[in-house]
């Protein structure tokens, strides 16, 4: 058994030697106190308590680890749940790259503000850019960190990638919002929840042809929650980022990723995960069966790095860990060297 090094809070980066395998970074783009600090009154876009997740999932958390006196029962404990529910991949891609994976939060829960400039870039070769701020918490990319990743992907072996997450109900019609709603069937997601506000900003400003949209529950086999298999586009996947990846996760509300632009060489669809179509939803009254959920952007012009477009929910084990899951972390670990 592998015994992991004590665990620290709190405290400066160290920075990783380059030495030809990949360096990982997670940026979680929320504010860690707006959103924990959000009223549980509160309709819309806010995360659920730990309280309400214990609730609705019992008994999975009924253990002495969650109770009150060892565990946040807020929203703040929901949101250390998505922190560590990403340690098995940390730890995955750890043995991988013989580099620990950093984590960095826009604002964290001591109320550091983290912006993306050389601080995390200088010793990143893959940022993994986690979009699970809320629309209304108002933060954007500014100019110099637009600036300071469009220098960074100038650099060969780059990879960002950009994972924003589902808009559910984003219409008045709240007619619409219940057939959302009774479409993914999770109790714990608002009426409506719209995410990514940050990431969207950074996507127009790098100039990424993708609008994340809806919150769609994938097709499983029958009797289980075992996703359908992806339609995947191997011949278009020269990273090999999907080889041996047959599903992803079986999260109920994924966002499709929509394209703004003609797909062709330089915007790759690489998966699309067909949708349950038993339960309705507008996606699928237009005559769609699955939706975008890889894509990828090679290289491109003085662009030297990639960008991959993938749910963050696809790198947790919050909706089980499959070995399928697994071998994409490797995959995405184990990219070309540096």
Known sequence: MTVRPARTYNQNHIPRPRNGRRRISIYWTWSYPWEAQRDPAAMSNRFSTLTEVRNVVYPAYETPEFEAANFLQGIAGTLELFHRSTLTFQNLAGDVTGHPVAVF??????????????????????????????????????RA??????????????????????????????????????????????????????????????????????????????????????????????????????????????PHYELTAPEGANLRVLARQPVDLDRPHPFTDAGNTAFNAVIW???????????????????????????????????LASMAPC
């Open 297 to 331: 952007m090679p290289p491109d012009g003085d662009r030297a790095g990639d960008i991959v477009l993938i749910d963050s929910t696809h790198f947790t084990t919050l909706f089980g860990g499959t070995q399928s899951l697994q071998n994409l972390w490797g995959n």
């Open 105 to 142: 939060q826009r604002v964290d829960q001591a109320g550091y503000r983290q912006p993306i400039d050389d601080r995390i870039l200088a010793d990143t070769d893959t940022l993994m850019v986690f979009g699970l701020d809320h629309l209304d918490s108002g933060l954007e990319a500014n």
């Open 145 to 254: 960190e637009v600036e300071a990743i469009r220098e960074w992907l100038h650099r060969e072996g780059t990879c960002l990638l950009l994972a924003p997450h589902h808009d559910v109900g984003f219409t008045d019609d709240l007619t619409q919002r219940q057939i959302e709603y009774e479409h993914h069937g999770d109790r714990l997601v608002p009426r409506m929840q719209r995410f990514s506000r940050y990431t969207r900003s950074l996507m127009r400003a790098l100039h990424v042809p993708v609008h994340n949209i809806w919150g769609l529950r994938p097709a499983v086999l029958p009797g289980t929650r075992e996703p359908v298999a992806l339609t995947t586009f191997q011949e278009f996947d020269e990273l090999g980022l999907l080889a041996d990846v047959p599903t992803l996760s079986f999260h109920q509300h994924l």
